[in-house]
Each structure stands twice: as C-alpha cells, then as structure tokens.
C-alpha cells in the first residue's frame, strides 16, 4: 500500500508509531516526500512501459562497463593535469603550477566534508560513513567503487559518485580551465607536445562532464531519493524530445560558467575571481540555509549541510529538475541567481577589453569567448522554456508539497518545545 501523505501523517500520525511519533514521521518523508502524488507506475497491459533510449539514460544507473569506463577517463584525466602541473613549475609559473594541485586535491577534501553528513542522514552509522569520507579525501572512491561495481556487481552510492564530479567542476576544472587558457592566450606554449597536451586537457575539462546531468537525474535511493522528486515523467510515452533539451541545458550551464570563470581570470585576475566566487557562494549559501535550518538535526549538521551544497552546486545546478526539499528554496531562485551572476561576469570581463585584446592568442580567446556566449544564450532560453513553460505545474506542485513537508517541520519542532516546557519543574514544586 502507499505510504500515508503528509496531510494524513499530520492529522491522524497513521505512519507513525506510539514510540518518537515525530522522528519517524519526519525519517519517512524525508525519504518519501513525493508520496502523496497520484502516478501509476504501470501501464493498461500491466507491465512497464517502453522507455526511450534518452529516457533510459536519464533515469537508469549506469552499467558496470560503462562506469568503469568513466573512472578509468576520470583518473586519465588527472593524470594529464599532473603532467601541465609539471611543466608549469618547469616553467617557473607558481600560481599555475598551485592552481592545478588544487584542482587535484581540493574535490575529495570538499566531497569527504560533504558525504559524512549526507551519510549520517541515512541508515548508516558512524563506523560506515567515516570510512566512504576517507576514500574521497584520499582520491581512491571513484577505484573503489568502480572495482566492487564490475567484480561484485555492487553499485556504487550515486549521490557520492555525482557528488564528487561537481566538486571537480569547481575545484579541477575551473582552475585548469583558467590556467590552460592563459597558457593558449598568451603564446608561451613550445609547439608540439607541450601545446597538444594543453588542448588535450582543456577539451577533457569541457567536454569530459557531458554526462553529468544523466549521472545525476539518474539518481536514486536514499538519502535524498531525488527519483521522487521527478517534474517528468520517464515512462510516459513521446517525452525523448523532453530529455534531448535537458541534456542540451545541462551541459551549456556547465561550459558557459567554466568558460565564464576562464575569462575573469585572464581578463581580473585570480583575486577578482576567487571574489567572484565566493559572493556567488555566499548568497547560494542563504538559499540552501533558508531549508537546512528549518529541519530538526543539530546545528552543526545544518551548517555540513549548507556548507556543503557550495563545494556541489558552484558550477553545476543538480536536481534542478528533482527539486528535493533540502534545495526548494534555491531551486526555485537558481535561474534567476545565475542569470544576475552571469550579467555581472560579463560586466567584469568587458572592463577589460583592451588587456584582453592585447593577447597574442586571438584565435582561441575569441573561439571560448563565442561558445559561452552560445552556450549562455542556449541555456537561458531552454532553462525558462524548461522551467515556466514545459514543467510549470510539476514545479508548482513540487513547491506545494515542500511547503507542507515544511508545515510538518514546524509543527514538530512546536511541539517539542512545549513538551519540553511542560517538562520543566514549575517553581515551587518538590
């Protein structure tokens, strides 16, 4: 039988038990908070319906082969980026040769701060999340999942695997982005090698994530389990023209916003951008605190939470179109936030015109320039034909149920506070 909505769970606590009614309640539609929603999982014949290819790989984990495949490009990549790092210090550059290791290091560092929480919410314990947080940090999760996944047929935990890629945007691919175009734009690359393996690295940057958006629509389980949180419908038929122009959005969000990052950083400087940055995080900061604060886990485990999505939402939107509770709040206000943002780059970038005209490297500055510009158009186009024309009434019922899932939040948290004043010895009293 379905699980009880949240407006029954409210009046008659039908899915709670005598024993911590509250907690319970809150677990399950944490876990569940789209089962109020009315969709048959079958079609008239009784069996599941034919999916599209695009439908299967947006809303199905990938296959063993296929993830080893990523891992194996995943680490190639790295590989190449020590090789640039190399030759930066040969070179004398520092800041590059810096910018590189960050990229190296810094995403497992970030996605072990952000998993350990995430991990806490579930069923596990501290003995199993503090083990995962330390595969990340160490870089060796992506091996060692991929290892138990083509051996044991084991999956992975999706949500760290597409967590740990959106660190990487924004901590690998952003500075070996910058560092690579400065190198192309500035002509103090030797012809031959030296100047293919730069490409070879810019193109992996840009191009090496194009899946990312199925990675992650393609999520499932606990502990967000965004797959009910879905504005489409996967199994209804003649939706394939739906995914295409996901896909196209996803991946012009990302290239236009690495590409953007690219160009502050020859045309201000890395203080300019990192600025830049930060007050990017900072107000996505506010958005993700205005949910994690309302829930009831301790303070400190709200602020690993919202610290956390900054490390995974920098460059990249997730569950745009799988608005969890946890990010309602910013999913409803990422489009415009990212359209402010980008107006204000573009500000920045075009003060500088005269340094950047006066760059040997022409041809590629203007080739980068022409794709974010492309890719923006492309993305704020799709994102509002996508979000206030094609799935309009999904995100407003998604809105609706986020606001009872809250309504339930706050009623808990009352009542614990007048238990526990109820509780307290009243003066006077033996």
């Not at 089962?35 to 990938?62: H, I």
């Not at 919410?121 to 060692?144: C, E, H, Q, W």
């Not at 965004?226 to 896909?247: I, P």
Request: hydrophobic letters at 45%; a neutral charge.
């Amino acid at each position: 039988s379905r699980h009880p909505s949240i407006a029954d769970c409210l009046a008659q606590r039908s899915c709670c038990g005598a024993k911590d009614q509250e907690a319970l309640c809150f677990s399950q539609h944490l876990r569940s908070p789209r089962s109020l929603m009315n969709k048959d999982d079958m079609n008239e014949t009784g069996s599941p319906p034919k999916k599209s290819f695009l439908a299967k790989v947006y809303t199905e984990a990938p296959t063993r082969l296929g993830y080893a495949r990523t891992v194996v490009l995943l680490y190639a990549s790295q590989a190449v980026n020590i090789f640039n790092a190399t030759k930066a210090l040969q070179a004398g550059s520092i800041e590059a040769f810096a910018l590189l290791m960050f990229g190296l290091i810094a995403p497992g560092i970030a996605e072990a701060f952000t998993s350990y929480p995430k991990n806490m919410l579930g069923d596990s314990t501290k003995a199993r999340a503090l083990p995962i947080a330390m595969r990340f940090a160490f870089n060796v999760d992506a091996a060692y999942d991929g290892w138990k996944y083509l051996r044991e047929d084991l999956e992975p935990v999706w949500l760290g695997v597409f967590g740990i890629r959106q660190a990487q945007l924004l901590f690998c691919n952003v500075p070996t982005l910058a560092v690579n175009l400065s190198l192309l734009v500035s002509g103090t690359l030797e012809p031959g090698a030296p100047t293919y393996t730069v490409y070879a690295s810019t193109a992996s940057a840009l191009f090496g994530c194009h899946l990312l958006g199925a990675l992650t629509h393609s999520t499932k389980g606990p502990p967000s389990n965004a797959e009910k949180y879905r504005v489409w419908d996967a199994d209804a038929a003649g939706v394939g023209w739906q995914f295409t122009l996901m896909y196209i959005y996803d991946n012009t969000s990302i290239w236009y916003r690495l590409i953007m990052c690219a160009l502050l950083y020859i045309a201000e400087g890395i203080m300019v951008t990192f600025a830049f940055l930060a007050f990017s995080g900072a107000f996505q900061a506010i958005l993700f605190w205005e949910t994690f604060s309302q829930m009831p886990l301790p303070f400190k485990r709200q602020l690993q939470l919202t610290t956390g999505q900054l490390t995974e939402y920098g460059i990249f939107d997730a569950n745009q179109f799988e608005p969890v509770a946890a990010i309602c709040v910013y999913s409803r206000h990422c489009y415009a936030f990212r359209f402010i943002q980008a107006c204000v780059a573009i500000c920045l970038i075009s003060r500088s015109h005269d340094k950047l005209a006066a760059y040997p490297g022409q041809t590629e500055l203007w080739i980068m320039a022409a794709m974010s510009s492309v890719s923006f158009v492309l993305w704020a186009s799709l994102g509002y034909f996508l979000q206030f024309r094609v799935f309009a009434n999904e995100f407003e019922d998604m809105r609706l149920k986020a606001q009872a899932f809250f309504s339930m939040l706050a009623e808990m948290k009352k009542k614990k506070i007048e238990a526990a004043k109820t509780a307290e010895p009243t003066p006077g009293s033996s």
